[in-house]
């Protein structure tokens, strides 16, 4: 698994709290260095935010990657969207977070912490960590994502 020196940033609301503790242990055991954007527990709080803050600092180009969870994988990967420099994929399995790396070239994956088990969600973030992207004709489409019209 390829750390690339690079620190992973992680945030959810109360819907994404348990997975977010899953995974950032898992991330930690695995050698990455993690930036916890909160929640801090299971009380209620609005996803945008904690995910406002989270997108922004990628958006800055202060972080690289990141992973975000909310109750659907929804909210959080729409707030995430907003950043001109954010592209945020919603993936529920492995090959959705492979897709959303090789075409592309996502730099957050957005999980449903009330619809995916957590072992599996390890199972996704680690996919999306791992999978490089495919550039050629994807780099082309993904040039043309900020033209809006
Ligand atoms: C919170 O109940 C829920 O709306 C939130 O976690 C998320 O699913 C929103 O998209």
Redesign the pocket.
Known sequence: MDKGGKVLVIGS????FEMKQFIIEKLIKAGYEVKDFGTDSIE?VD?PDVIHPLASSINKGAYQRGIII???????Q?TANKYPKVRAGLAWNKEQAKLSREHNDANILSL???FVELDDAWEIAQTFLNTPFEGGRHQRRVNKIPNII
């Open positions: 609301d109360h819907g994404g209620s996803y909310c109750g659907s994988g929804n909210g959080a729409i449903p912490g009330r």
